[in-house]
């Protein structure tokens, strides 16, 4: 039995189904609490969390309705998966609408600070590109806002890339973006890289 942290298995997966990638990028596994921030380049890895994540937006709608946060995270999830019979006026929209915007912004000055001071410490280049996973990365408009705010190229993570799914998983897909973890954990470390002692 070993113990790895998530950063590390989604770093393992994101390698396995991308072995032509090439200097220097950002892995942002985006989940309810925190994201982390993955610094990758080919010998390297360096991981940031940040405390912005789903929840914030979830949080940001129930202030702005002052409803409680399970009755907002429902909210949330209808209306983002184009599920909710609310009528195209109605606050609970535009509060839905107001926390994604406000997240997209938080989360572009969360990656420019945190891509100024990893370069500075660190003297690595400009990343080449950013990958988005976890399930807070599932907004429809997340990766086109942050390639042009950013100048960076931007796309979903595909942790099936390179994955043979079998006839019981079908459904992998549609959970795709919750799944590097996991199938980072069943990947085996690569030769010749050091494990991590924690």
């Known amino acids: 039995t070993s113990v790895l942290p998530s950063s590390i298995a989604v770093t393992r997966c994101f390698r396995y189904n991308y072995p032509e ?9 985006i989940g309810a609490r925190s994201t982390n921030l993955i610094f990758a380049d080919p010998e390297r890895f360096f991981v940031r969390t940040i405390p912005l994540a789903g929840n914030s937006i979830t949080q940001a709608i129930a202030d702005e309705l002052k409803h409680d946060f399970a009755h907002c995270e429902t909210i949330k999830i209808q209306v983002l998966n184009g599920e909710s019979e609310l009528p195209a006026t109605s606050p609970a929209r535009a509060a839905v609408k107001n926390a994604v915007t406000s997240f997209l912004s938080k989360l572009h000055l969360e990656l420019t ?4 001071n990893y370069r500075r410490q660190s003297g690595a280049e400009q990343p080449a590109a950013i990958y988005l996973t976890g399930g807070g990365s599932v907004l ?20 099936l890339r390179n994955v043979s799914v079998g006839p019981g998983a079908a459904n992998a897909p549609a ?20 494990s991590i002692n924690l």
Do not use: F, Y
């Open 21 to 29: 990638a090439s200097g220097s990028l950002i892995i942002a596994d």
């Open 113 to 116: 600070r945190s891509i100024v």
């Open 140 to 159: 429809e408009d997340l990766p086109n806002s942050l390639q042009e705010r950013l100048k960076i190229p931007v796309e979903r993570l595909d942790p």
């Open 175 to 194: 959970v795709a973006p919750v799944l590097a973890s996991l199938i980072g954990l069943s990947i085996p470390a690569e030769k010749g890289r050091k």
